[in-house]
């Protein structure tokens, strides 16, 4: 079994800046692509970026692409979001996952992701 582990939540300020770290273990071929999502208090859970393992093929949320990067290394198995700007709206715990692949649509996750790690939480103060 896959195990996914986030790290680098925590409390910032509005404008500030924040990298996520999530690492997968792997027994395997399973994994092929990385990704993370975030869920808002009253919200659901919704795509923020992803990418293969190589890095060469990335994938953004229409919404966020502009304030966020993410980078991956693929030996380590460890993906890396970059977030800068963040407003408080990007309060949420944040949430790697890991899968043979990434399918989106239009900036929208549809599936590949099968490993899931516990999320890790970011809050941004005004």
């Known amino acids: 079994q896959v195990q996914v582990v986030e790290s680098g939540g925590g409390l910032v300020q509005a404008g500030e800046s924040l990298r996520l770290s999530c690492t997968a273990s792997?027994?395997?071929?399973?994994?092929?692509?990385m990704a993370w999502f975030r869920q808002g208090p009253g919200k659901e859970r919704e795509f923020v970026a992803g990418t293969t393992r190589s890095g060469n093929n990335t994938r953004y949320s229409g919404f966020l692409r502009d304030r966020v990067t993410i980078s991956i290394d693929g030996a380590k198995n460890t993906v890396y979001l970059q977030m800068n700007n963040l407003k408080p709206e990007d309060t949420a715990v944040y949430y790697c996952?890991?899968?043979?692949?990434?399918?989106?649509?239009?900036?929208?996750?549809?599936?590949?992701?099968?490993?899931w790690g516990k999320g890790t939480l970011v809050i941004v103060s005004s």
């Open positions: 792997e027994t395997g071929s399973e994994i092929g692509a």
């Open positions: 996952a890991a899968g043979p692949r990434i399918i989106t649509m239009n900036g929208q996750y549809s599936g590949g992701m099968e490993f």
